[in-house]
């Protein structure tokens, strides 16, 4: 599937690609709702309209991510919350096997994340994924999402990267959209982000659904 002797970087999304998107998932649509609902005498489904209702719509994009943004609005300990699950923090199938992959062939494994870093370091705590890559960038170190084209001119400013040289693997394709328009060579994305949801029917890019399937 991919020509490795024509690929020089990897950026790896953590979030549905690394990471299995349960834990977000379950996160933000059940136990966030939960507790503002108990907060304010609401019923869960009232706070998820209330929460991610039409007041998301004309805000910049980062604040969807962010753990500052989301203490502020609901005036809750997100970082807490972040913790209550962190039982669910897994990698998704070889994952963390094809890091190691990746360090043996010689490519660079860089993570890229819209993860706000105090999600990112409880992420880390549970299964030490930092340490296994050459470097992790969050958006919220760049003030843009990696929706954004800006995202991708900082990134590639810090790595001195070769476009056409570099392989991202996002489950996002609104990332991979934007990857695509700034001339990132090779993009996939996955079919699985969440492991207990169906794989998705209909991709817009190349798709695979185990790490494995890189590695041959």
């Known amino acids: 599937?991919?020509?490795?002797?024509?690929?020089?970087?990897?950026?790896?999304?953590?979030?549905g690609t690394l990471i299995d998107l349960n834990y977000d998932n379950t996160l933000w649509n059940e136990h966030l709702p939960r507790r503002?609902?108990?907060a304010h005498g609401l019923e869960p489904n009232e706070a998820s309209a209330l929460l991610y209702g039409t007041t998301m719509e004309n805000l910049?994009?980062?604040?969807?991510?962010?753990?500052?943004y989301w203490k502020q609005r609901t005036q809750l300990d997100i970082d807490r919350l972040h913790s209550d699950l962190s039982h669910l923090i897994r990698y998704r199938p070889n994952a963390?096997?094809?890091?190691?992959y990746l360090r043996k062939t010689g490519q660079r494994a860089?993570?890229?994340?819209?993860?706000?870093?105090?999600?990112?370091?409880?992420?880390?705590?549970?299964?030490?994924?930092?340490?296994?890559v050459d470097a992790c960038y969050s958006a919220h170190e760049f003030g843009?999402?990696?929706?954004?084209?800006?995202?991708?001119?900082?990134?590639f400013s810090l790595e001195f990267l070769d476009r056409e040289r570099t392989l991202l693997i996002d489950d996002n394709?609104?990332?991979?959209?934007?990857?695509?328009?700034?001339?990132?060579g090779q993009v996939l994305t996955i079919a699985q982000p969440d492991l207990q949801k169906p794989p998705r029917?209909?991709?817009?890019?190349?798709?695979?659904?185990?790490?494995?399937?890189?590695?041959?």
Request: hydrophobic share 50%; charged share 25%.
């Open 1 to 15: 599937m991919i020509s490795w002797d024509e690929i020089d970087t990897v950026l790896l999304d953590m979030d």
């Open 36 to 38: 503002y609902a108990a």
């Open 60 to 68: 910049p994009k980062l604040h969807y991510y962010s753990v500052d």
């Open 96 to 100: 963390d096997v094809f890091i190691k």
């Open 110 to 132: 860089v993570i890229a994340t819209n993860a706000h870093p105090n999600s990112l370091a409880v992420k880390d705590a549970a299964i030490g994924l930092i340490r296994q």
């Open 144 to 155: 843009w999402a990696k929706e954004e084209l800006g995202f991708w001119e900082k990134l």
């Open 173 to 184: 394709e609104d990332v991979l959209d934007t990857a695509i328009e700034f001339g990132v």
């Open 201 to 216: 029917a209909n991709t817009r890019y190349p798709v695979i659904s185990d790490f494995a399937d890189l590695m041959t």
